[in-house]
């Protein structure tokens, strides 16, 4: 199974300043064949379920501000929030969906500083 | 717009077994694959499993495999998990969601969830 590291565990930002959040596969996810990064970013708020917020490692769905952006290729990704706002407190999941069986980052805590 | 309704959960001995449906609307329900994921209480995601578009394919987290079945009716826009065999740590949130494509493995769209506690 391709395992999903991300770091930190937590974090705290002040409004307005950058969030940067990392993500390690033990397996490379660019697929040979079609160029793409397997990979998925996920929000979620206490109390509600997840959602999504980029794929393909930094295609933002139609909706998210434009302050959450994603990068990286093959091993290593990165979320980031670039001006920290209020409502972006929440655990931030990474997710491969190159091979099953599908699996997650174990979370990122984000909160306010 | 997607919607996706959970039911089924509540309180069960382990050993014994528990079916989830999920009730899905606001999108053509047969053209997407559909997955289960599973968040203990506290804890982070995991993966439960998946299930094509037309039924003709079922993936497993192994923590299920053999004792959890995906399955879905189109007619009735239906997807369900039967859970058998059940341990104290199956106890979770259960979130139906949905795949971005007939067999996509990105997950766009998920229910509120329904809680299964496993427990003597």
């Known amino acids: 199974d391709i395992v999903m590291t991300q770091s930190p565990d937590s974090l705290a930002v002040s409004l307005g300043e950058r969030a940067t959040i990392n993500c390690k596969s033990s397996?490379?996810?660019?697929?040979?064949?079609?160029?793409?990064?397997?990979l998925a970013w996920y929000q979620q708020k206490p109390g509600q379920p997840p959602k999504l917020l980029i794929r393909?490692?930094?295609t933002r769905e139609s909706g998210v501000p434009d302050r959450f952006s994603g990068s990286g290729s093959g091993t290593d990704f990165t979320l980031i929030i670039s001006s920290l706002q209020a409502e972006d407190v929440a655990v931030y999941y990474c997710?491969?969906?190159?091979?099953?069986?599908?699996?997650f980052g174990q979370g990122t805590r984000l909160e306010i500083k | 717009q997607v919607q996706l309704v959970e039911s089924g959960g509540g309180v069960v001995q382990p050993g014994r077994s528990l079916r989830l449906s999920c009730a899905a609307s606001?999108?053509?329900?047969?053209?997407?694959?559909m997955h289960w994921v599973r968040q203990a209480p506290g804890k982070g995601l995991e993966w439960v499993t998946l299930?094509?578009?037309?039924?003709?394919?079922?993936k497993y987290a192994d923590s299920v495999k053999g004792r959890f079945t995906i399955s879905r009716d189109n007619p009735k826009n239906t997807l369900y998990l039967q859970m058998n065999s059940l341990r104290a740590e199956d106890t979770a949130v259960y979130y139906c969601?949905?795949?971005?494509?007939?067999?996509?493995?990105?997950?766009?769209?998920w229910g509120q969830g329904t809680l299964v506690i496993v427990s003597s």
């Open positions: 969601a949905r795949g971005a494509g007939s067999g996509s493995y990105i997950i766009d769209s």
């Open positions: 606001g999108f053509t329900f047969s053209s997407n694959a």
């Open positions: 299930i094509w578009y037309d039924g003709t394919n079922e």
């Open positions: 397996q490379n996810i660019l697929s040979s064949s079609d160029n793409k990064n397997y």
């Open positions: 393909w490692a930094s």
């Open positions: 997710q491969q969906y190159y091979t099953a069986p599908i699996t």
